[in-house]
């Protein structure tokens, strides 16, 4: 059984792959206020990898998320080691986080801390995972 | 800090060393000898009163009060002085050993690494502190063995090593659990000072002894080190000589204030001794390779300072324990050196070999002298004051036992010394290489401390009795006492010996002397023995079936909790069928989905009927307010089903008739049982009242952590541990998807090809 390339598959993909992936990173940056978070943002990160390649295949694919998967999941656990250690650093204990926080006019206000690093971390192995079953799994659509 | 710092050294200068011996492979041998110049320099000023010593300690898992703590006291600094201070001689003369300037990066750095767990075990006063230094060496010393890692019986070697020292070191960690319960305390200083006693610490310290006893090769467990003999010369000198196997020695001499009165203690550890000794000397008498011979010659050694620890005689243990650290290294450095100018350590074939290099053969022959306790060595006095010590305590059976080794000791020394320098006749001259004088150093250094130390042994007596609070009578010329004269019939019958068997080249050294199976054969039958019941159990278990994996899977977890219930089964499920209509709907729309995804004979479709049933799960949390277990419970049911897409479209587009590994029944009866055993679950548990406490903890605590969303607070900051746990398995599975596909696509290839 082979997959074909659909026209109607693309013509939606091409709006939706953007939006999840804007929506992906919305998700990874609100986690921890509203629902969201980095696993939830890797998720839905994945699934726009994984419409690109059963739209465009392998090569769309390659083309979408030029990394190797396996590394991805490595630079997200060393990220979210990492992002424990610096805590360590600051005199805490592993994992706890810093916070720097700045008032902004008109915006309100911004919150950085090495949470988004722990998080970011989890999103990042979350799509090396599954890029990694796709590109070992799937089958190109011809 | 200074002295934890001394030790962080010799794992910071690795990345230095890996980083200049590409480009400048001249450095790497003064950078790695820092630490040892650096920790020998701090070790003097302590001891001299210049720095400031006393005790570190490192707060490392303070909610379970696991700390790091160093002692800077005087049985700390003088075993520093011995780690570092031959470590920093090896690593001169392994500039010269190893010709190939990658190699000598290689071992300096394993070598750094496994001096940094030595210091770390001599000094340290807390136990599991002391358990990771330990294994650090354990790990280090696995490395440094199996260094010549083209060769398959060096590997072996070094498995052989690490597996029989990591055993005893797990027996070890259980002994020091158990102590630390029936102590109170994890310092070693505190559990000496108010020892508990006990079943438990019966027991504790029995598994104690199997670390200690693995790791210092004694009987039944010596056979690994004459295996490690496979290591490169530097490392087996510094292993076997002045580190690795006198961890256990030094464990041993730790614990002894405290428990070297009771029985346990006095039989086991003696008798252990006093039976690795004389095995030991036995056996390397015997031997005819001269690297061998020394090693078996260690494990006698060590036998020796067992048993004296064993009778309760530190002191005296730890003065052998320094001269034996300073000749066993110079005998190991001197067999490297022959070995490398002639190509061969065998006894029988080298000849002439002394006058060609005179100043080997006397740093040996001081070497040989001090192990065979000549005066006036300080193997002389060491073994004096052992016999004096004996005698003063009339501990005549140990007496006889050690005398009748160390007899057999001065005629192995004898056979070593000859078989490698003297001229023999029928024996062809060799020609020897001129040794590189980098070489010479060290051992000609322990040969004058080996001198000096015998002639004037007053700093090592003070160092012994601040060390270990016992005098010993360490003196060049007792007068005539019996210990001199035990000294002088071991010496003539060592010698009458030596002259009588010694000099033959073949000892018989494959005759059988005790029906009873070697130590060395017991080992190989029972790692035999576990590959080939793994090998059974993984034949059963993993069959290759998915379906019986599942039902493996699936059963075993519910079993226990199934099982629990039938004997605390306490009925009172008082629930309402449902909170809201909708419940129903989602409920009915998930059971469709459950009972089509067991009948449709497609199998995309069943993978989306299993996708029904996440969504209307997904939809029920969304009934209960949990935005987040919803979110996350769609977004996976959607990958899911893609990614079965992605695996389906290779697999027979229908269920087929192809023979079923499970019956229907069977896979019946497991559903059966999963969804019975999971509702009485769900009903046991809403029937509970919720302990609110951990709850209302979380989301008071929310604001502390700088988040409003309670969920995503607690995975990444309350149990974020947690997280980091499950991210790693993820990476993990997402390995395993590579490994298990790789060797697919390989087989597909290769099938295409042909």
């Not at chain 2, 002295?3 to 794992?11: M, P, R």
């Not at chain 2, 392994?94 to 300037?101: K, L, N, T, V």
């Not at chain 2, 059963?540 to 039938?566: K, M, R």
């Not at chain 2, 599975?733 to 696509?745: D, E, N, Q, S, T």
């Amino acid at each position: 059984m082979k997959i074909r390339f659909s026209p109607l598959l693309a013509t939606g993909a091409q709006t939706m792959v953007p939006t999840l992936m804007l929506f992906s990173v919305y998700l990874l940056v609100v986690g921890h206020d509203v629902p969201g978070g980095g696993f939830a943002g890797g998720l839905i990160a994945s699934s726009a990898f994984l419409l690109v390649f059963l739209t465009w295949g392998r090569r769309g694919l390659r083309r979408a998320f030029p990394f190797d998967p396996d590394t991805a999941m490595g630079v997200g656990l060393v990220l979210a080691i990492a992002a424990g250690v610096v805590g360590l650093a600051f005199g805490g204990t592993f994992l706890t986080y810093e916070y720097a926080q700045w008032t902004v006019p008109v915006i309100g206000d911004i919150k950085v801390s090495t949470l988004l690093a722990f998080d970011l971390g989890v999103y990042i192995v979350v799509v090396g995972l599954v890029t990694t079953a796709i590109f070992k799994l799937g089958s190109d659509p011809s | 800090m200074s002295f934890i710092l001394s030790i962080a050294a010799y794992v910071a200068v690795i990345p230095l060393i890996w980083g200049v011996s590409a480009r400048f492979p001249r450095a790497v041998a003064p950078i790695a000898s820092l630490p040892y110049v650096v920790q020998l320099i701090l070790v003097s000023a302590i001891a001299l009163g210049w720095a400031p010593g006393g005790y570190e300690t490192i707060d490392w898992i303070p909610s379970l009060g696991v700390t790091i703590a160093v002692s800077t006291d005087t049985f700390a600094l003088l075993l520093t002085a011995v780690v570092a201070g031959i470590g920093l001689l090896i690593v001169v003369y392994s500039a010269g050993y190893f010709a190939d300037a990658l190699k000598r990066s290689r071992f300096l750095a394993q070598m750094s690494l496994f001096s940094a767990g030595m210091v770390g075990v001599v000094a340290s006063d807390e136990l599991l502190g002391l358990f990771v230094f330990w294994e650090i060496t354990t790990v280090a010393s696995y490395l440094l063995i199996g260094f010549d890692d083209e060769k398959a019986d060096a590997r072996a070697s070094a498995l052989q090593a690490v597996l029989v020292t990591t055993a005893g070191g797990l027996a070890m960690l259980a002994g020091f659990v158990l102590m630390a319960m029936a102590s109170g305390t994890t310092r070693i200083s505190g559990i000496v000072a108010d020892p508990p006693s006990g079943t438990m610490v019966s027991v504790a310290l029995v598994l104690i002894f199997l670390g200690a006893f693995t790791k210092s090769a004694q009987f039944p467990f010596h056979f690994w080190l004459p295996g490690a003999m496979a290591a490169p010369t530097p490392a087996s000198a510094y292993l076997h000589s002045a580190t690795m196997v006198k961890a256990g020695i030094v464990l041993l001499l730790l614990l002894a204030p405290g428990f070297s009165t009771t029985s346990l203690w006095l039989w086991a550890v003696t008798a252990t001794g006093l039976i690795t000794m004389a095995l030991g000397a036995f056996t390397a008498f015997r031997q005819r390779d001269l690297k061998l011979l020394l090693a078996y010659g260690t494990v006698s050694q060590l036998g020796f300072m067992t048993a004296l620890i064993g009778l309760g005689f530190t002191a005296a243990a730890l003065a052998v324990l320094v001269a034996h650290s300073l000749f066993k290294a110079a005998l190991f450095l001197v067999v490297g050196i022959v070995d490398k100018a002639t190509g061969t350590r065998q006894i029988g074939e080298l000849s002439g070999v002394g006058t060609q290099m005179p100043v080997v053969a006397v740093a040996g022959a001081i070497a040989a002298g001090s192990m065979g306790g000549l005066p006036p060595l300080l193997g002389f006095v060491t073994k004096e004051a052992a016999f004096d010590t004996l005698i003063g305590s009339e501990a005549w059976l140990p007496l006889a036992v050690i005398a009748v080794s160390s007899a057999l000791t001065v005629a192995y020394a004898g056979r070593w010394w000859f078989g490698a320098f003297a001229s023999t006749r029928g024996i062809s001259p060799v020609t020897a290489a001129r040794p590189k004088t980098s070489m010479l150093l060290a051992p000609v250094v322990l040969g004058v401390l080996t001198v000096g130390f015998g002639i004037d042994p007053r700093p090592l007596a003070d160092a012994v009795k601040g060390a270990v609070g016992q005098s010993v009578k360490l003196v060049l010329w007792p007068g005539f006492t019996p210990a001199l004269a035990v000294s002088s019939v071991v010496v003539a019958a060592g010698v009458w010996l030596y002259l009588e068997r010694g000099r033959q080249t073949e000892l018989h050294p494959e005759r059988r002397t005790t029906p009873l199976p070697r130590a060395a054969d017991v080992y190989t039958a029972s790692l035999r023995g576990l590959l080939r019941t793994a090998d059974t159990v993984t034949g059963v278990v993993q069959n290759g079936s998915l379906p019986v994996y599942l039902a493996v899977i699936v059963v075993s977890v519910l079993a226990v909790p199934a099982a629990t219930w039938l004997f605390t089964w306490n009925p009172s499920i008082s629930l309402p069928v449902w909170n809201q209509p909708s419940e129903l709907v989602l409920a009915v729309i998930a059971a469709t989905g459950a009972v089509a995804a067991s009948r449709v004979q497609r199998r995309m479709a069943a993978a989306l009927m299993i996708g029904v049933v996440g969504y209307a799960v997904a939809g029920i949390y969304v009934v209960f307010s949990a935005p987040d277990l919803a979110l996350t419970q769609l977004l996976i049911e959607t990958l899911t089903v893609g990614l079965f897409a992605l695996v389906l479209v290779k697999l027979p587009r229908r269920f087929g008739a192809e023979p079923r590994s499970l019956s229907p029944r069977a896979r019946i009866a497991v559903a059966l049982f999963a969804g019975i055993v999971v509702v009485v679950a769900a009903l046991a548990t809403s029937t509970v009242v919720p302990d609110r406490l951990v709850a209302d903890e979380y989301i008071a605590r929310a604001a502390d952590a700088g988040g409003k969303n309670v969920v995503n607070v607690v995975l990444t900051n309350f149990r974020a541990l947690d997280t980091l746990g499950e991210i790693t398995v993820l990476a993990a599975a997402g390995i395993g998807i590579g490994a298990l596909v790789r060797p697919l696509r390989l087989r597909r290839k290769r099938g295409e090809a042909s």
